[in-house]
């Protein structure tokens, strides 16, 4: 039974550079072969088709994961304060009053922080972020309708 999935996973290995084509790496027990067959199945793929793009998404999630953290270390303290603040659904004016600095100066902060992810909206970070939790730098979290919170 195992046979097709090591098929599979020594190409993609063989695809991504690993050249050793006979060595097994992974082992699936039963339930990850009958969940992948399940899944299979409900998309009605094979399962090498489903085994290859479930290990591409995930390996694609991976390096989107480590290119964030690695963008995330590239901001300054108070980008990444006023990074965690746009995440939290802050907006400028908000931040401004929270951190007692200009809404321009918030502006460019946010403008920098954009460009050092290579993104164009703040709505694109979020999405980018959207599993980070950002609750400890929530200073501001009594009234988001005001300009300044108190």
């Given at each position: ?49 489903t085994a290859v793009r479930l290990l ?17 270390d590239t901001l300054s303290d108070r980008e ?71």
């Amino acid at each position: 039974m195992q046979a097709p999935f090591w098929k599979i996973w020594r190409e993609l290995l063989y695809r991504l550079g690993f050249k050793r084509r006979t060595q097994r790496l992974l082992q699936l027990d039963e339930e990850l072969i009958q969940a992948l067959r399940a899944v299979a199945q409900e998309e009605q793929r094979t399962e090498e088709e489903t085994a290859v793009r479930l290990l591409s998404s995930g390996l694609a999630r991976r390096y989107q994961a480590a290119l964030n953290i690695r963008n995330w270390d590239t901001l300054s303290d108070r980008e990444k304060q006023v990074a965690a603040l746009v995440c939290l659904n802050y907006t400028n004016r908000q931040i401004a009053g929270m951190l007692h600095l200009s809404p321009q100066t918030i502006k460019s902060h946010v403008q920098n922080m954009l460009y050092k992810f290579g993104i164009r909206r703040r709505e694109e970070l979020r999405l980018l972020l959207s599993h980070w939790d950002f609750s400890e730098w929530d200073i501001g979290q009594g009234d988001r309708d005001g300009d300044t919170l108190t």
